[in-house]
């Protein structure tokens, strides 16, 4: 999960997101609307009766923001909170998952802001969804097919890797760029993503603005898309000053051909 703003439980409520898939939460900044959902939601999770381990990753003074609060609201939390402060100046592996790493690098913004990086590892097989089917596999032989290893079945039938796995596909990735004025530095960090959010706050008539408060604007999202020769740009973080989105998206693809806008629920494939 990225970010959590102060709507974060009512968007988990209204799209029926299972919580307890919520392994890692990365913050990029410590500006409210980013975080204001956060003491609500570590509370949610204690009274929904999690188990399952959290990791929080952000900049300095988060983990003293959350002790506060909780300290001062005398909120106990029994499930284990992992929470890991950066302090980077480069591209720098935060966390891994057995199928994903995941790199913090900085944003150029008015107080210290990370964005976030995650990549496929190679080593993952991707298994054919019909093979699961057709051959009533186990959890268990599951495992082995994505570990690149052939399935021995009971009656000692043997079906090979390849049978069941697609060919190595491009390594997925997606890059998460919050709040940052345009600066030409991160393209280094996300070369060739897959996936890439940047915020994009003003149209571009209103670029003194942008780097006054250290935003984007919608055309400068679309030029570090095309630098960064990224799959697919998705913007968002509009200033409420603009009822029509679509003059945002029209503008950064005069830079960059795919760009979608982050508008509420949308779901996008990597
Ligand atoms: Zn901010």
Known sequence: MMDCGEGTQMMISKYRINTSRIKLLCISHLHGDHLFGLPGMLS???????????????????????????????????YPITIKEIKTKERTEVFHFDDLTVSAFPLNHRIVTYGYFFEEK??????????????????DEIRQVLKGDDVIRKNGEVLPNDILTLPDSPKRSY??????????????WIKGVTTLYHEATYLHDMVEKAVERKHTTSKQAGLIAKKAEAGKLIIGHFSSRYTDISELVAEAKEEFECVYAALEGSVFSV
């Not at 900049?59 to 005398?74: A, D, M, R």
């Not at 190679?122 to 959890?139: A, G």
């Not at 760029?177 to 280094?188: A, H, I, P, Q, V």
Request: hydrophobic share 30%; proline share 4%; aromatic share 8%.
């Open 122 to 139: 190679s080593n993952v097989r991707k298994i054919k969804k019909e093979v699961v089917q057709q051959y009533q596999l186990s959890v």
């Open 44 to 78: 949610s999770f204690q009274h929904h009766q999690r188990t399952e381990p959290l990791t929080i990753i952000g900049p300095p003074g988060l983990k003293e923001f959350i002790q506060v609060v909780l300290n001062l609201t005398q909120q106990y939390i029994t």
């Open 175 to 188: 890059a998460y760029c919050s709040d940052t004025m345009y600066d030409e530095k991160l393209t280094d």
